[in-house]
């Protein structure tokens, strides 16, 4: 079946440690998003890619680093510079001219003890 | 203001009953307006997706756009407790970049049986 994997599901990490949240699609598409979700809040766009090997800021860039050398898999690293890391993170892919269309995995939930 | 209101609710319904969902927006400028569906501790799923104003209807859902009055409803008619999730209003200006979609907060439904 195609679709979007994220893993790990859950992670726990102590403040002060990096952590690298994995996405992997097999849907061919050539677009992919790094989304955070907070209680209360909408969805809000960390990073994007449209193409392989680049990749673009969204609105909240600020702490997080991805890479994209491979189109099926676009990482997240939440580094320790992120204030507030504890969240739950969506990854998205898409297809050129498929407008608003985005299909999403089942997330990363990370907390920070 | 911000560019998208969504009423968080929660909003609780006795199954059967008709449910309104509804977002506002700023942007004059908005085209592409979309409904997903995201249940608990899941991934956002693609509902219903309309270009410009006017209805569209798929099944028990209706997804109504007025730009005039700058206003996006979903109505759910014959509730199910399978309908009991998170609604997010997506909206874009432009329908070749999903990087800008801009979301909604979500309101959380709950169907009673």
């Known amino acids: 079946d195609g679709g979007i994997t994220q893993s790990p599901k859950y992670l726990f990490r102590k403040e002060g440690q990096n952590v690298t949240l994995s996405c992997e699609q097999n849907?061919?598409?050539?677009?992919m998003y790094w989304y955070r979700q907070d209680p209360g809040q909408g969805l809000r766009l960390i990073y994007y890619?449209?193409?392989?090997?680049?990749?673009q800021k969204g609105d909240i860039a600020e702490g997080y680093s991805v890479s994209r050398e491979k189109k099926e898999s676009f990482p997240l690293t939440v580094t320790s510079a992120q204030k507030n890391p504890t969240a739950f993170y969506l990854c998205a892919s898409s297809t050129p001219g498929a407008a608003g269309e985005l299909f999403f995995g089942e997330g990363s939930r990370l907390t920070v003890l | 203001q911000k560019e998208v209101e969504q009423d968080p609710g929660p909003l609780s319904v006795p199954e059967g009953a008709i449910v309104s969902l509804n977002c506002t927006y700023s942007n004059s400028a908005f085209q592409y307006f979309m409904w997903y569906r995201q249940y608990s501790r899941k991934g956002p799923e693609l509902l219903m997706y309309t270009y410009s104003s006017g209805n569209k209807e798929d099944g028990r859902f209706t997804a109504q756009v007025d730009k005039s009055s700058k206003y996006i409803s979903l109505f759910i008619r014959d509730s199910q407790p399978s309908d009991s999730a998170t609604y997010l209003c997506?909206?874009?200006?432009?329908?070749?970049?999903?990087?800008?979609?801009?979301f909604g907060k979500g309101t959380l439904l709950t169907v009673n049986p």
């Open positions: 890619s449209q193409i392989v090997n680049d990749f």
């Open positions: 849907l061919n598409h050539d677009a």
């Open positions: 997506a909206m874009s200006a432009s329908g070749g970049s999903n990087y800008k979609l801009t």
